[in-house]
C-alpha cells in the first residue's frame, strides 16, 4: 500500500511537512529494517508508527526543526537497523540494547532519561520496573523500547518527556490491536489475505 502525505494527514494527523519528509524520503541502504523495500513508509504498522510518533513528538514539543533533520532520522534508521538484526537473530536484545545506546551517547541531551533506559533496557528482556515509567505489563510490546533512546538526544526548550512516553506507549498499544484484529479477521475469513 502506498500512502501520500494526505493520508496520515487524514488518517492519522499527522503533520503535512512531517508526512511529507517521511514519504518522500528513500529507504535507507544497507539497512536491515528496511531490506527489499523500494518506499520508506509502506503501509504497514511497523513503518507507519515513524510519521505518527513523529507527529507525537511535534506535539509534544520538539522544534521540526530538529525532528525532520537528517541527523535525527539517521540515528532512528540506525536504532531500527539494530532491531532488524535482533529480530533476524544476529545479536541478543542486550546486544541490540548496547549497540543503540552507543549509538546515541555522544548525542545525549537529557542523561537521567538515558541511564533509565540502560538499566531498563539491558535486562535479559526488558520488563516493567516500577521505579521507572518504561515498559508496560507485555514483554512483547517492550520490545520496541529501543526506540525510545531517541528521547534522550532531544534538544528542544520545550521538549515534554512525559507527554512523549504516554503517546508511545499508546501508539504500540494501538498497533498491537489493530495487528491482532487483522489476524483475527483473516483466520474468520473476512478478510482476504492480500488485504
Known amino acids: 500500500m502506498f500512502l501520500t502525505k494526505d493520508?496520515?494527514?487524514?488518517?492519522?494527523?499527522v503533520d503535512l511537512q512531517i508526512g511529507k519528509t517521511m514519504i518522500e524520503r528513500s529507504?535507507?541502504?544497507?539497512?536491515?529494517?528496511?531490506?527489499?523495500?523500494?518506499?520508506?513508509?509502506?503501509?504497514?504498522?511497523?513503518?507507519?508508527?515513524?510519521p505518527i510518533y513523529a507527529d507525537m513528538l511535534r506535539r509534544s514539543g520538539v522544534l521540526l526543526n530538529e525532528l525532520l533533520s537528517d541527523a535525527f532520522i539517521q540515528i532512528s534508521e540506525k536504532i531500527l537497523h539494530s532491531a532488524a538484526l535482533h529480530e533476524y537473530e544476529q545479536i541478543t536484545w542486550k546486544e541490540h540494547a548496547m549497540q543503540v545506546s552507543e549509538?546515541?551517547?555522544?548525542?545525549?541531551?537529557?542523561?537521567?532519561?538515558?541511564?533509565?533506559?540502560?538499566?531498563?533496557?539491558?535486562?535479559e528482556h526488558p520488563v516493567?520496573?516500577?521505579?521507572?515509567?518504561?515498559?508496560?505489563?507485555?514483554?512483547?510490546l517492550n520490545r520496541a523500547d529501543s526506540y525510545l533512546y531517541l528521547l534522550s538526544i532531544?534538544?528542544?526548550?520545550s521538549f515534554n518527556l512525559e507527554k512523549a512516553l504516554k503517546g508511545w506507549?499508546?501508539?504500540?498499544?494501538?498497533?498491537?490491536f489493530w495487528m491482532i484484529l487483522q489476524i483475527s479477521e483473516r483466520i474468520s475469513g473476512r478478510v482476504s489475505p492480500t488485504h
Open 154 to 157: 532531544i534538544q528542544s526548550p
Open 169 to 176: 506507549y499508546a501508539l504500540m498499544t494501538y498497533f498491537c
Open 103 to 123: 549509538l546515541v551517547r555522544p548525542h545525549v541531551v537529557n542523561n537521567s532519561f538515558f541511564n533509565d533506559l540502560i538499566q531498563y533496557t539491558v535486562q
Open 7 to 13: 493520508d496520515l494527514k487524514l488518517s492519522y494527523g
Open 27 to 50: 529507504a535507507p541502504t544497507d539497512n536491515l529494517y528496511w531490506k527489499n523495500r523500494k518506499i520508506y513508509i509502506p503501509g504497514a504498522p511497523g513503518y507507519m508508527f515513524i
Open 128 to 140: 516493567k520496573q516500577q521505579s521507572l515509567p518504561l515498559g508496560t505489563v507485555f514483554p512483547s
